[in-house]
């Protein structure tokens, strides 16, 4: 008898790398430069690259439905930008048993190792400390200050603060925290919040240190409603080194930027990759980044791309 034809090769419904990105709203500059980065990788590799993104506006809940709907489409990667970091252990332990990895992106969450496949993102112990390091420079060691915290429960914050408040206590016994409050990484927000400390504490205050650039923009406005300047009666600290910075800086009205970088789309779809390969990556893929001053902020603008 003839030979049975072969059986032809089972086709995958979806050959291309499919990825599910959780982001979590549209609350600062910085956030907006990384949606920028993830979108625009895969909408130049779109031959291979099939990405389903969903803005939560905010919301863990949202990120949350979001997660688990991309567990229903049986994408190969999830990746998101946890809002908070507790909360997470039941949507992640679904997503292992189905065998999806999650990858986080630039914010941790708590939650045993084995259940999620990498972090790609900053150190922000560092980053606190790094600000605190320059906002001691800038008081010659020596003043009262306020901090605007970033959104209550956020990896982001919660380290920031840590790494600032700790460096200050450890370093630099002359250098007082009168007040430090949320400002939810908002430049409205920040205003707001600045606004009150200057109400209750006046010219008392030094210095700022924000958790984010957006959330000093506002504070600046505060000061500058105030009568006074920002930038010199009150020094200026603050995380992200977005071009709104730079150029308050260039003109004089604001001191340091210690830099986070938003750009990880290259890297977040080169890590999917690996994993839907059944490859080993490390647990923690660190950010490259500096710190910015004032002085060299006209120089630096015209290189900053977000
Ligand atoms: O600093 C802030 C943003 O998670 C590192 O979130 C990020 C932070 C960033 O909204 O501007």
Not at 29 to 36: F, I, N, P, S, Y
Not at 124 to 153: P, S, Y
Not at 279 to 301: F, H, M, N, P, Q
Request: glycine share 10%.
């Amino acid at each position: 008898a003839a030979p049975a034809p072969a059986e032809p090769a089972a086709k995958p419904a979806n050959d291309k790398l499919v990825v599910g990105f959780a982001q979590i709203g549209q609350e600062s500059g910085w956030r907006d430069a990384e949606t920028q980065s993830i979108q625009f990788y895969a909408g130049q590799n779109i031959d291979t690259i099939d990405l389903k993104f969903a803005d939560a506006q905010q919301k863990q809940e949202n990120q949350i439905k979001a997660i688990k709907s991309f567990i229903d489409m049986g994408v190969d990667v999830i990746g998101l930008a946890p809002v908070v970091e507790t909360g997470w252990d039941a949507v992640f332990t679904e997503a292992k048993e189905a065998g999806i990895p999650i990858v986080l992106v630039d914010r941790k969450a708590d939650v045993p190792e084995d259940l999620y496949a990498t972090f790609i993102g900053s150190d922000f112990i560092k980053e606190g400390n790094d600000g605190a390091d320059e906002m001691a420079r800038l008081l010659d060691n020596k003043g009262k200050i306020v901090e605007l915290e970033g959104t209550v429960g956020a990896s982001a914050a919660n380290d920031r603060k840590k790494g600032f408040d700790d460096q200050i206590a450890a370093k630099y016994p002359d250098i007082e925290i009168l007040a430090s409050q949320t400002g939810d990484f908002t430049r409205a927000k920040g205003k707001e919040v600045m606004e009150s400390f200057l109400k209750t504490y006046g010219s008392e205050i030094q210095g700022v240190f924000a958790h984010n650039d957006d959330m000093m923009l506002g504070a600046i406005e505060a000061i500058k409603e105030a009568g006074l300047k920002p930038g010199v009666d009150i020094k200026t600290v603050s995380c992200d080194g977005v071009k709104g910075i730079f150029e308050a800086m260039a003109a004089g009205e604001a001191n340091v930027t210690v830099e986070c970088n938003p750009l990880l789309g290259p890297q977040f779809f080169e890590t999917c990759a690996k994993l839907k390969a059944g490859e080993t990556v490390e647990k923690w893929i660190k950010s490259e980044e500096g710190v910015y001053r004032a002085e060299t902020a006209a120089e630096d603008l015209p290189n900053r791309v977000y």
